[in-house]
């Protein structure tokens, strides 16, 4: 058994070729999706597999239509997928308020899911692997350098719980005294309480994170505060 050998069984369009094609789309994809899931995103690990699974069958369909009867375009079938995706990546972004949008990451990821998906379809495995690597890295880890470049500049996002609604009148004013602005505020539970709340809060000021959550926990009235991202 040659290293040729292997190599034509699984570019040839045979059960196993086609169950390898799958089974790597759905593992590739579900790396992804375990870290999306870990990260408390709208899809996970099952949506990003079946993403990607789905996108495997129409290349390996367009593939056995062109092989067996010389008639379809792969390509044209894999067209399709990319821009019907657009349905799942809307159902995961989420607007909030004036100016919050949440779950871009999550569409990109699922658009980039079925790229793979196609990819392993059409048995092209170096790109797709080398395309998972590169997508956990940008997903799992350039969140940390994007936040800290940001962060210092950019908004970012509070959880704040107050003893009354008075309270948090008072860390409106210890944000503005640490020479930052107040935007979307988010009341939750009973709001005519107005004991717990998501803040949004612009960095003018250019603090680290820790100096800013200590001096806003150290408010009268403040019971806790949290970096929520």
Not at 34 to 61: C, D, H, W
Not at 107 to 136: D, H, P, Q, R
Not at 157 to 181: P, R
Request: aromatic share 8%; charged share 20%.
């Amino acid at each position: 058994m040659s290293i040729e050998w292997i190599g034509d069984s699984i570019n040839d369009l045979s059960v196993v070729s086609m169950a390898l094609r799958m089974v790597l789309s759905m593992v590739c994809s579900g790396v992804i999706g375990l870290e999306r899931g870990r990260a408390n995103q709208p899809a996970g690990m099952r949506t990003y597999m079946l993403v990607s699974f789905g996108a495997s069958i129409v290349m390996i369909t367009g593939d056995y239509l062109f092989n067996k009867y010389g008639t379809g375009d792969p390509a044209r079938l894999g067209a399709q997928v990319v821009s019907g995706i657009g349905f799942l990546g809307a159902g995961s972004i989420v607007v909030s308020g004036k100016s919050r949008i949440r779950g871009l990451t999550t569409a990109a990821g699922l658009w980039t899911s079925a790229c793979i998906g196609l990819v392993m379809g059409i048995g092209f495995f170096e790109c797709g692997i080398a395309a998972t690597a590169a997508m956990y890295i940008i997903i799992g880890y350039f969140k940390k350098v994007e936040d800290r470049i940001t962060f210092y500049d950019g908004w970012f996002t509070i959880y704040v719980s107050v003893e009354d609604a008075s309270s948090l009148a008072n860390l409106y004013d210890g944000i503005k005294e640490l020479g930052m602005k107040t935007g979307e505020v988010q009341i939750l539970g009973k709001k005519h309480e107005c004991k717990e709340a998501l803040v949004s809060v612009r960095n003018d000021a250019h603090k680290e994170r820790g100096e800013i959550l200590s001096a806003l926990d150290s408010i009268g009235g403040v019971v806790a505060v949290r970096y929520i991202s």
